[in-house]
């Protein structure tokens, strides 16, 4: 996964001021995985089994989609707006996941771009976009640097600050340095560049998403099982978690039944080995745990995807 560079920098600095206003408002909890999508793949009794990706002999967790798919402060600060914000689009999940299962989402405009959201919703939900965070701060901030300078606002705003207009390159690069790059920085470390982050990237999948069709793909045998880091992108060698514009294949499931891939708009079937292959890939980029429905059978199929046969 990788970050999109910055648009228009001072509406974005402007949006960081906001959100610290909002830094101590937070949700500990955090579902990476939409409750009500975990919901369509438990059983008549309302549990899932969760399969451990990191261990082999760990036993199944049988519990329900409240108590599964969440990190602890995923988000650090400013969480509260963050949910508020998916919630917009996970109040619509049980309507749309039913259109899906029963293919009516196609001659619904409105229902398919909601779809789409729910996919760029869990495409930046993900332990990814953490480390592409990390990784991905110093060459942010030195392009912001270059882009601000160029910024008639930015000259005002130094002129009102020291009374003078900057004299050179070297008076802008102290003032970002000495003013917006410390307050930046610290931003970073207690976790509010993140929460700016991820609202970004989800505006801009969101954009990305919008004129693309979808497929909806049914098995004709077997079911689909999902993973913690559902939205899988497919590079043109097979490789996994290639940026949006590099995949050659998007696609995430949504119930046992449905699965949504970015295609020519079209249903249909796919036979087991399809289904097979799809669950795989859900399984190889799973972070923590492969969710699967009771009775499924598919506990021994994520062993061994993961870690290989078992040895007698």
Known sequence: MTLPPLRDVPREVARLAALRVQAGD????????????????????????????????????????????????????????????????????????????????????????????????????????????????????????RALQGQPEYVEDFQRRFGRPPRGNEDLEFFFEMVLARSWDTDFRDGLLLRFSVERLFMVCREWMSERPIQIVHPKSGEFLIGDAPVITLGAQGQIGVALGDAEQIFMPLTPRSLLAFGPSAVGQVPEASVNQLNAFQVRAAHEFVFVRPGSGLEQFVRDTRFGPAIA
């Open 26 to 145: 937070n949700v500990r909890e955090q579902h990476v995985v939409s409750r009500s999508l975990l919901q369509k793949f438990a059983d008549g009794h309302r549990q899932l089994h969760a399969m451990s990706v990191s261990d082999r002999t760990a036993k199944v967790i049988r519990r329900g989609p409240r108590g599964l798919g969440k990190i602890p402060n995923f988000v650090p600060q400013a969480s509260l707006s963050a949910e508020q914000l998916w919630g917009e689009t996970e109040r619509q999940i049980p309507a749309l996941l039913h259109q899906c299962d029963t293919d009516a989402i196609l001659g619904d405009p409105e229902a398919t771009a909601a779809i789409r959201d729910l996919i760029a919703l869990h495409y930046v939900r993900n332990r990814s976009l953490r480390r592409a965070h990390q990784h991905a701060y110093g060459s942010s901030r030195e392009a912001a640097k």
